[in-house]
């Protein structure tokens, strides 16, 4: 194909300005230059450069290395700059500086780059080329080549031998491999096997469970269930509640005694501190669980009594309303069970001020172990026939 270097060598010229990412064309260009400009971000991704006097290439980001890749994911350290040209790591002498290199990428990739020559000024320009073929030469073979590699799924690009001569635990590395070719058992996995299992992920019930999901864009969420007792008619009225992760785990708990009151004042109580601290504690996604519907609707702004939204309800509903992702569901009160003997628990305490319950009190590990494995209790429902 005799257009392409003759094309690349006009962009090459723009290249240097470091405009290579942001190739756009007109209505009114020539329908070749539109063709290139909508594969320019495929032809980018494989573009190397070959090291001349260093200037041109950015340290970090450009692929100049033999592996064709780029340096910034095999970072050693948290803070680099990634404005350093590839001139920018010689010492005095002019040689790479083997001190700096040692000090922030691994030994390998270190002896890979003091292999190469030094750039200097007498070696020209950086010169850009294609990481598809040995001389660098552009094909269109080898961009199909490339270009197909990606697209196919399940095709995972990596240096194996890196990862089996890794000095770590055997399952870890099985991991990382199952990991790289999607074969770890998720959800989405298990769905396709039409065994009636949903796709979605049950950590977050938000996305399709896939492996990046779980590896890396899963939110957890933060279960809170609260609720509240009272002893008799207008008697001394307590609550509690519970922050468990995901799986169901005790994070903690908390209860307070109230004081002379109805036992929805004491649900909403519960509510109001358990969110309280969710939101001090910088807890990015809740889910609230409460077995009183009436509470779930007057928050969620359904109902009032009587047209008064009551004080505690107003401060649960500013509360929901901050910068952070709430769900709050309906549970039945079997669901409910822990929080519920944290709430009578209150009652028993001397004093009124919020305790927090770091691990779970013996009298709970059975209920709590009931509420995880959603062990199933007998339950009368009255049906409107
Ligand atoms: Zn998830």
Not at 307 to 329: E, F
Request: with cysteine; glycine share 8%.
């Amino acid at each position: 194909m005799e257009f392409f270097p003759r094309m690349s060598t006009i962009n090459f010229g723009v290249t240097f300005c470091n405009t290579l990412d942001s190739v756009n064309s007109q209505p009114y260009d020539f329908s070749l230059w539109k063709a290139l400009s909508k594969v320019w971000h495929n032809f980018q991704r494989h573009a190397v450069r070959q090291i001349g006097n260093g200037r041109n290439t950015n340290f970090w980001l450009d692929k100049w290395v033999p592996h064709n890749v780029e340096l910034l994911p095999s970072a050693l350290r948290d803070q680099i700059d990634t404005t350093l040209s590839v001139i920018d790591v010689l010492n005095q002498d002019g040689d790479w500086d083997v001190r700096f290199l040692s000090e922030n990428l691994s030994n390998d990739i270190v002896s890979q780059v003091i292999a190469l020559p030094a750039p200097t000024d007498v070696g020209g320009p950086d010169i850009l080329g294609w990481a598809g073929t040995n001389t660098h030469q552009f094909t269109v073979k080898s961009a199909y080549t490339l270009n197909h590699a990606i697209d196919m799924p399940h095709v995972a690009e990596g240096d194996w031998k890196t990862l089996w001569g890794w000095k770590g635990p055997r399952r870890i590395q099985t991991f990382m491999w199952l990991a790289a070719h999607e074969r770890i058992l998720t959800n989405i996995r298990r769905s396709k096997w039409g065994v009636g299992i949903s796709p979605t992920c049950a950590s977050c019930m938000r996305q399709d469970e896939t492996t990046l999901h779980v590896l890396r864009d899963c939110l957890q969420a933060v279960r809170l269930n609260s609720d509240g007792a009272c002893k008799g008619n207008n008697g001394i009225s307590g609550c509690g509640g519970l922050f468990r992760n995901s799986d169901g785990r005790w994070i903690k708990g908390y209860t307070k005694k109230i004081g002379s009151c109805d036992s929805f004042h004491a649900e909403m109580w519960g509510l109001y501190l358990g969110l309280d601290m969710a939101w001090r504690d910088h807890i990015s996604y809740l889910i609230v669980e409460s077995d009183s519907k009436l509470l779930i609707d007057m928050i969620t702004g359904n109902c009032t009594i009587g047209g008064v939204i009551p004080t505690l309800v107003r401060r649960i509903r500013n509360l929901l309303a901050l910068d952070w992702q709430v769900q709050v569901r309906h549970t039945w009160r079997e669901g409910n069970r822990s929080v519920d003997w944290l709430a009578n628990y209150s009652l028993s305490m001397d004093s009124f001020s919020c305790s927090i319950v770091e691990s779970p009190p013996s009298e709970l590990r059975t209920l709590l172990f009931d509420d995880v494995s959603g062990a199933c209790m007998p339950r009368n429902v009255r049906l409107n026939l």
